[in-house]
């Protein structure tokens, strides 16, 4: 695996958080200066932001990876996502390494449980999920 652990689970993390941001959102505790659909309003437009800020640094994150450990982000939601074993790793990683393209970060983003995906694939390969303190990837860091 080209991609550093620890750069898998910053970015498990981010998915976790971006995935839960309308859980985060916390409801007004008194409307009465507005009406509810004032209320509705300003909540949405503050989710957006704040949905905004770290769906950038997902983006962010993923697309300024080198495309081999972008690949490896793609094999271990798929090692994940299918229940294989460890000595699958190769064949999945050719495979998506052969499913390559420009919109990983868009990929990942769009499917369902992502953190949880890439985090059942760190286990497959016998690495856990270190995600205590993350600071963002650094790029060029040691290989796992």
């Known amino acids: 695996m080209s991609i550093p652990v620890d750069t898998v689970c910053f970015i498990i993390e981010k998915l976790r958080e971006y995935d839960s941001r309308d859980m985060l959102a916390e409801p007004a505790e008194d409307p009465a200066p507005l009406d509810s659909q004032d ?28 495309e081999d450990q972008q690949i490896d982000l793609v094999a271990l939601t798929w090692l994940g996502r299918d229940n ?21 970060a868009d990929y990942l983003l769009g499917m369902s449980m ?12 016998g690495f856990s999920d270190k995600r205590a303190d993350l600071a963002p990837p650094q790029q060029g860091g040691n290989a796992s």
């Open 39 to 66: 209320v509705d309003a300003l909540r949405e437009r503050e989710n957006e932001y704040e949905d905004a800020a770290v769906l950038q640094e997902l983006r962010t994150a993923i697309d300024d990876l080198p």
């Open 84 to 104: 294989c074993s460890a000595s699958d790793w190769p064949a999945i990683r050719q495979e998506a390494a052969e499913a390559h393209n420009a919109r990983t």
């Open 114 to 125: 992502a953190s949880g995906l890439l985090e059942e694939g760190l286990s497959t390969l």
